[in-house]
């Protein structure tokens, strides 16, 4: 078994975490095995993000990385990468950020920052999520959700990926705009971009079954996780049979539909009915609630209804009053949280 060394990690303030790292194994990934998540992203040598100063102890030479994160000089100097440092003795490094910014790493718990934000239409906003490069990406099944807390708000919200699953560390969430909302306010207001985040999951069972010709019915941000689920089918069954259903109240509401149209094209046999339940003069596409639109009710098909709790329970009793089972109908309820949720 490789040797181990004890390696001191002091940050601004002189706030210190100790830990044992072996000689076959870089800082981050030590500091990690022991639940310390030490600011990096790239992992790779390439980003200087983990960079610190080594201010004792040896090592024999850093592992391969860019010069553009790291120079020799720089290194004369007394800086290293702490994804590429392997230890040769005790160490003590200091790195110029305070304690508070690392963070702690949980089974099933990612941290992760905004990277984009982008207002869609009056009611919606899309954020992507980068987690961090100490941990491994999320693994999900399309239609999972997960818990998502941004400690500047002090609110805790459940979002689900509109992205499919692909090894990525990226993450793409469609967020509901409330007016009070502590999350979604602080992303209306321009001021969510660069915030740390915590996730922690994946949870749900909004998950594509494999079967024959399913419909999905959609309300606003419930188009996220069908989203994920046909964006997954584009890659393992793009000859589907589908029908998609989406609907909002007002055309100011209507987004991605870019992104709809994309996937008609990549899904040949999908069917997608875009509808505006209170359209002006000017509308000239589908109208009325979703239910409206569902065309003939099949018992032998599976129907996935995403959205606002009434929207949900309206098309089931609708389903279940053309005799279609229980098991062939899938349920997510979207919930207003407001600052109804810390």
């Not at 992507?128 to 100490?134: C, D, K, L, Y």
């Not at 941990?135 to 807390?149: E, H, K, M, S, V």
């Not at 990549?266 to 000017?282: C, Q, W």
């Not at 009053?321 to 229980?326: E, L, M, N, S, T």
Request: aromatic share 6%; with cysteine; net charge negative.
């Amino acid at each position: 078994m490789s040797a181990e060394h004890k390696v001191a990690l002091t940050f601004e303030g002189a706030d210190r975490i100790d830990i044992a790292c072996r000689e076959d194994e870089d800082i981050i990934t030590a500091a990690l095995r022991q639940g310390h998540l030490l600011l990096s992203d790239c992992r790779e040598g390439s980003c200087s993000t983990c960079r610190g100063f080594l201010v004792d102890g040896d090592y024999d030479q850093l592992l391969p990385h860019s010069p553009h994160a790291l120079t020799d000089a720089e290194e004369e100097d007394g800086l290293i990468l702490a994804c590429r440092l392997r230890p040769s003795s005790d160490l003590e490094i200091d790195f110029d950020y305070p304690i508070d910014r690392v963070g702690r790493y949980e089974d099933g718990t990612r941290n992760g920052q905004i990277v984009e934000t982008e207002q869609l239409c009056d009611t919606v906003a899309r954020i992507i999520v980068r987690t961090n490069a100490a941990q491994d990406p999320f693994g999900w099944d399309p239609g999972q959700y997960l818990q998502i807390t941004m400690p500047v708000v002090a609110a805790t919200r459940a979002y689900s990926m509109a992205n499919a699953p692909n090894g990525s560390r990226e993450l793409e969430f469609l967020i509901r705009l409330l007016p009070q909302g502590r999350f979604s306010g602080h992303l209306a207001a321009g001021l969510a971009k660069g915030e740390p985040v915590r996730l922690r999951g994946p949870y749900g069972s909004f998950t594509f079954r494999g079967h024959p010709k399913p419909v999905f019915v959609a309300g606003g941000t419930g188009l996220a996780p069908v989203l994920a689920v046909l964006r997954s089918l584009v890659g393992t069954a793009p000859t589907t049979e589908a029908t998609l259903v989406f609907g909002v109240t007002n055309e100011a509401d209507l987004f991605c539909g870019d992104e709809l149209a994309a996937l008609s094209r990549d899904l040949p046999n999908l069917d997608v009915v875009t509808t505006v339940e209170r359209p002006s003069a000017g509308w000239s596409g589908a109208a009325g609630r979703v239910t409206d639109h569902l065309g003939l009710i099949d018992p032998t098909r599976s129907y996935y209804l995403c959205g606002p709790p009434g929207m949900v329970s309206t098309a089931e009793e609708l389903l279940f009053g053309h005799g279609v089972p229980r098991d062939r109908i899938h349920i997510e309820r979207f919930l207003d949280t407001g600052d109804e949720q810390p």
